[in-house]
């Protein structure tokens, strides 16, 4: 039983893999974020939009790494992969949807 939950967990955590670099490079939606943020401002207020850009996903990361972590101690994996599929729901709906 401990195998199968084990290769379940190896699994889970390579999709997410797949899926975090499939995200970062842009395929997903069709232009990393950065590059989406830079091409809707001014050429002058790239380099600052694109900085600013970045503070907000380190921070977002650092935030986000410890609940991730209280989260898996709570709840387990599978709280954390439900909670981060309702993220991605609903970003995706405020971001496409709501345009």
Do not use: C, N, W
Request: glycine content about 16%; cysteine-free.
């Amino acid at each position: 039983m401990k195998q199968d939950e084990a290769e379940i967990r190896r699994r889970t955590l390579a999709v997410l893999a797949v899926a975090t670099a499939i995200g970062s490079i842009g395929l997903a939606a069709g232009g990393t974020a950065g590059a989406l943020l830079a091409a809707s401002v001014t050429q002058d207020l790239h380099p600052r939009t694109e900085g600013l850009g970045e503070v907000a996903m380190g921070v977002a990361a650092g935030a986000g790494a410890p609940i991730a972590g209280v989260v898996v101690s709570v709840g387990g994996l599978s709280t954390l992969l439900l909670a981060g599929a309702g993220t991605a729901t609903l970003t995706f709906y405020f971001v496409r949807v709501m345009r």
